[in-house]
C-alpha cells in the first residue's frame, strides 16, 4: 500500500529556518497536506498542494514539491517558538479515499 | 466557527469495560474518519464511513466496531477494551471530492487499567 515517510525529530534555533521533509511512494498522488498539531490538541491544516504544483509559498510557509523523487517539503522561514509541535505529511491519490500520513516530526525550537 | 467535538478528553476504563467514544461534526461532511495516534506510529485509521449506515476497514478494524447512524455522528465502540488499547483517539470528518481537507476534533485520550 501507499506510504509515507518523514524523519521523526528536527531541532532548530529561534531566528533559523526549518526544513521538514516528506517522502511518499503513490505516484497517483494528487492532493498533499501538511498539518501541525500542537501540544495536547488535534490536527489542523497547514497548507497543502495539488500534484501539478512545484511550490507554494504562504508567509512563512514555503512547500516544494518534486513529483519525480515523490519529495514533499516544509519550509518555516525565521522559526518562532510557537512553531513547535508535531507535523505531519499526508497524500491522497485520485477519488474520495482518506489521507495516508507520516508519522510526523516533533519540531523543537530552542530559544 | 467549523467543529469537530469529542465527547471526552480524557477517560479512564478498566480491562474488559465496553467504551464509546463519540464524535460529531457541524459541517455536513459526508466522510467521518476514527484513528489512534501512538508515540512513534503516527497517526493509524481504525474505521471510517463515507455515508450514514456506511464503514469501512481501516488499517488496525480488530477490537473495534463503530456506527453512524447519523451523518453528524460517529461513534467508535470497544466491546472488551484491553490495556493496549490505551491511545490518543482521533476523529475527523471531510467532505466528499475537490481538496478534501480533513478536520480534526481534539482528540480523546483514553487509559485502560
Known amino acids: 500500500g501507499e506510504d509515507v515517510e518523514q524523519s521523526l525529530f528536527l531541532s532548530v534555533r529561534e531566528g533559523d529556518s526549518s526544513v521538514i521533509n516528506c517522502t511518499y511512494t503513490?505516484?497517483?498522488?494528487?492532493?498533499l497536506y501538511w498539518y501541525k498539531q500542537e501540544p495536547g490538541a488535534g490536527l489542523q491544516l497547514l497548507t497543502y498542494?495539488?500534484?501539478?504544483?512545484d511550490m507554494k509559498q504562504d508567509q512563512r510557509l514555503t512547500v516544494l514539491l518534486n513529483k519525480k523523487d515523490k519529495h514533499l517539503s516544509l519550509r518555516i522561514a525565521d522559526t518562532q517558538t510557537g512553531d513547535s509541535a508535531i507535523y505531519f505529511c499526508a497524500e491522497r491519490d485520485t477519488g474520495n479515499t482518506p489521507l495516508v500520513f507520516g508519522k510526523g516530526t516533533r519540531l523543537s525550537v530552542i530559544a | 466557527d467549523v467543529k469537530v467535538t469529542q465527547s471526552s478528553r480524557y477517560l479512564v476504563k478498566r480491562t474488559g469495560e465496553k467504551v464509546f467514544l463519540e464524535c460529531v461534526q457541524d459541517m455536513d461532511h459526508e466522510n467521518m474518519f476514527w484513528y489512534r495516534q501512538d508515540p512513534g506510529l503516527g497517526l493509524r485509521l481504525i474505521y471510517f464511513?463515507?455515508?450514514?449506515?456506511?464503514?469501512e476497514k481501516g488499517d488496525i478494524p480488530e477490537g473495534y466496531s463503530v456506527s453512524r447512524e447519523k451523518k453528524e455522528r460517529f461513534s467508535l465502540i470497544l466491546e472488551s477494551a484491553s490495556t493496549n488499547q490505551t491511545s490518543m483517539y482521533l476523529c475527523a470528518s471531510s467532505r466528499q471530492g475537490g481538496m478534501n481537507e480533513q478536520f480534526f476534533g481534539p482528540g480523546t485520550r483514553l487509559t485502560v487499567l
Open positions: 503513490d505516484s497517483s498522488s494528487t492532493y
Open positions: 464511513s463515507y455515508d450514514v449506515k456506511m464503514k
Open positions: 498542494i495539488f500534484s501539478n504544483m
